[in-house]
Every structure is written in structure tokens, then in C-alpha cells.
């Protein structure tokens, strides 16, 4: 196989070594054992949910029972925000953002079928929030505000502890999606007013499929998934395996979140790129962005012809968030910032990981500029063309 330039860390993770080791256990004998089995195997099995919830609890900053397993982020979302529309059935308001992830995007289309009314805030060409509209979105029957805390695409962070000042003081429910940001950035969440925060596993190098969600010990909690498992509160037998190595990556990236490294490279990549591509954008505000994102806009270029060329190169990055890829539909993302469709279109998000090196940087510096050249000399000047 070809060496690989992964630079799509947002997309998802590798499994670190490490991560890997502490699942295997749970996928042998020995180690298959039920949890919620009162004799020795289930007792061992039961023991390790334990370690993994001290494990993610410790990188969230909660306490160990506010932490319930799940099986990804899109889950942890629906949970939180149908748990917190259960806290009073007359409130049927919710405040959102325009730039959320899928999953939050399609589940308010959902409750909007259903009679819910949202409000999906714009943001400013930097991305950010006006604080001041969004309190004065909030209403009497508001039943929750839901955001991100670092956006998928550009990497920009909505300043959550402020937000959350406003909520408690506006006494409605807060729910935030910081499958971007958990491992990123310390979440601190103590006593930091949050009533629910999403996480997920295969964004911090531990497996797809598993995830986590916080919930507040104070905060009235429903169930998604009926049954006896998480005491109650996520139905379904967990899934072992993937949650050693949920606790494991946790650790690991506890242990990391003191490096500049990743930024470092980021930011290296960042100025090479504005140094020697004319016509290059940085999209989202640069300073409040997660150290390992920058989504570039390359004028004249059509974003998805780039992935092609760079993907028979090796390099893998993406235009617009992977759930949306594969479709030349600009990023809601862009457009809500207020850019052109072409503008959208010319861009391309790079996410570095932990696992990249000094060479992968070196590498991408060498590529993406004569990618970039060479869709500008395929196409006539401001006439970009999808090359197939
Ligand atoms: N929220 C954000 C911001 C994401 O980036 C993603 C995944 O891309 C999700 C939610 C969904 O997480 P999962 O893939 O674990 O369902």
C-alpha cells in the first residue's frame, strides 16, 4: 500500500497501539463476560466499565457517574436532547446554531415535523456567535439551546463558558456537541453549567461506534434506550471492548493535551500554504479554532477535483465534513459564514492528529501547492471545473 498522508484527523482517528491493547482483553476469552453478571467473568467485565469511566471522567472533568456509555456522538446528541425536551412537554422552543454537525442539523428538522420551533442562530464571516442575539433568543418556552463547542469544519470554538453563563442565568438547559473538542481542549466541566455534552470515541484514536455523554448530576434525565444497563439511563449491553479503549484513548489524549506539537504542525502548513499559494483564505476565525484544524480556501479551484488528485497522491483531507463529502453541495458551514458558493466550493479542511510527522507536513507542503497549480492552469481563469 502507498504511504499515506493522513491529514483528516476531524474525520476520524486511528486507533492508537495502545488503544488497541486495551480492547483485546475484552475480545478474548476471558474477557467476554457480561457486566451486569453477578458471578467472577461478569464481575472482571464490570470492573473495566468502571476504569474506562473514571478514564473518560478524568478528561472531561466530571465526576464518574455523570459519564454514561453510548454508541457514538450522533447517539449521545439525540439522547441529550430528547431527554432535555422530556424535562417539561410544554416547551417546545430549541436554539440552535446554523454551522452544527448533521446529526444536530437532522435531528431539529425531525422535531420541526413534529411541531418544535428552532431557532438556528447565524453566525458572523469569522464564524462566531453574537451572545447578545443569542440571549435574546431564548424564551419562556425555550426547553434547551444546543451547540458546538468546536465546529467540525473550521475548527472555530463557541465560547461555551460564556454561553453557559447566559443559560443559567436565563434558567433554560444546555446541551453541548464537543465531539470535536473532547481531547482537544480541556472541558473543565465541574461546575461549569452544562446540563449535557456529547463525546465520542474514534475522534481521540479509540474505536468507531462507541461514545460518551455527560450528564450533569443535577440535571433530569430520560433514557433514549430503555433498559437496565448505565443504571438505568442507556439501555443495551455495553460494548466492552470499545469502551476499555474509549478509557484508554482518554487517558492517552489527558496526557497529550499539553503539546503544542499538533499545533505546530498546523500552523507550519497554514503559513507555507498563505506563503506560497496566491489567492489562499483562511476560513474561520484563527484564533479561537482548535489547534489541529484549518479549512483553506484556494481561489479558482473546485475542492472536490483537489481531493482526487491529492487522494492519488496519498494525501487524505477533506472538503467540507465527511458526512457531506462525496456531494458538490457547498458547506452549510461556509455559506452561513456568508461566503460565495464558489468560495465554499474552493475549499479544503486539513486536521492533524498526534500520529502525523515532520515529514507528513513536509509532504503536504510539497503537494497541496501544485495541486492547487495545477486545477488553476485545467481551468480558465474564475471558471473553476470538477476534474473527474
Ligand atoms: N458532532 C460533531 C461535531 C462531529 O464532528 C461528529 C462526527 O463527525 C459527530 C457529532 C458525530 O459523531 P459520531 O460519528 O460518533 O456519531
Redesign the pocket.
Known amino acids: 500500500m502507498k504511504s499515506l498522508t493522513y491529514l483528516d484527523n476531524?474525520?476520524?482517528t486511528r486507533i492508537a497501539p495502545e488503544v488497541l491493547e486495551a480492547m483485546l482483553p475484552w475480545l478474548g476469552e476471558g474477557g467476554y463476560g457480561n457486566p451486569s453478571s453477578a458471578y467472577g467473568l461478569g464481575r472482571v467485565a464490570a470492573a473495566a466499565l468502571d476504569v474506562a469511566r473514571g478514564q473518560v471522567a478524568a478528561l472531561a472533568g466530571c465526576r464518574e457517574e455523570e459519564i454514561i456509555f453510548t454508541?457514538?456522538?450522533?447517539?449521545?446528541?439525540n439522547t441529550a436532547v430528547q431527554a432535555a425536551l422530556a424535562v417539561d412537554p410544554d416547551k417546545r422552543h430549541i436554539v440552535t446554531t446554523a454551522v452544527?454537525?448533521?446529526?444536530?442539523i437532522k435531528l431539529c428538522e425531525h422535531l420541526a415535523q413534529r411541531g418544535y420551533e428552532i431557532t438556528w442562530l447565524p453566525v458572523d464571516s469569522a464564524g462566531l456567535l453574537d451572545l447578545e442575539q443569542l440571549a435574546a433568543a431564548i424564551r419562556p418556552d425555550t426547553a434547551l439551546v444546543t451547540l458546538?463547542?468546536?465546529?467540525?469544519e473550521t475548527g472555530v470554538l463557541f465560547p461555551i463558558h460564556e454561553i453557559a453563563a447566559i443559560t443559567q442565568r436565563k434558567k433554560v438547559l444546555l446541551h453541548v456537541?464537543?465531539?470535536?473538542a473532547f481531547g482537544k481542549l480541556p472541558l473543565s466541566l465541574g461546575d461549569a453549567g452544562i446540563h449535557f455534552l456529547?463525546m465520542?470515541?474514534?475522534?481521540i484514536h479509540a474505536a468507531?461506534?462507541?461514545?460518551a455523554l455527560y450528564v450533569n448530576r443535577r440535571a433530569k434525565f430520560t433514557p433514549l434506550l430503555r433498559g437496565s444497563q448505565e443504571n438505568g439511563r442507556r439501555g443495551g449491553t455495553q460494548n466492552l471492548a470499545s469502551i476499555a479503549g474509549l478509557g484508554k484513548a482518554s487517558e492517552l489524549a489527558a496526557e497529550h493535551l499539553g503539546s503544542r506539537q499538533v499545533m505546530e504542525w498546523r500552523d507550519a502548513f497554514e503559513a507555507h500554504v498563505l506563503a506560497n499559494v496566491p489567492g489562499t483564505t483562511v476560513n474561520g476565525d484563527r484564533d479561537r479554532r482548535l489547534p489541529n484544524t484549518t479549512n483553506l480556501s484556494f481561489d479558482g479551484i473546485e475542492s472536490e477535483g483537489a481531493l482526487i488528485l491529492l487522494d492519488q497522491d496519498g494525501l487524505c483531507c477533506s472538503a467540507g465534513?465527511?458526512?457531506t463529502s462525496g456531494s458538490v453541495h457547498p458547506s452549510h458551514v461556509l455559506k452561513a459564514m456568508g461566503f460565495s458558493n464558489e468560495r465554499a466550493r474552493a475549499s479544503l479542511r486539513f486536521s492533524f492528529g498526534r500520529f502525523n510527522s515532520a515529514s507528513d507536513i513536509q509532504r503536504a507542503c510539497e503537494l497541496v501547492p501544485a495541486v492547487v497549480e495545477k486545477l488553476r492552469a485545467l481551468s480558465p481563469a474564475g471558471s473553476p471545473v470538477l476534474v473527474a
Open positions: 476531524n474525520a476520524t454508541s457514538c456522538g450522533t447517539e449521545s446528541i452544527e454537525h448533521s446529526a444536530t458546538l463547542w468546536a465546529n467540525n456537541d464537543a465531539v470535536q456529547s465520542s470515541g474514534h475522534k468507531k461506534g462507541v461514545g465534513s465527511a458526512c
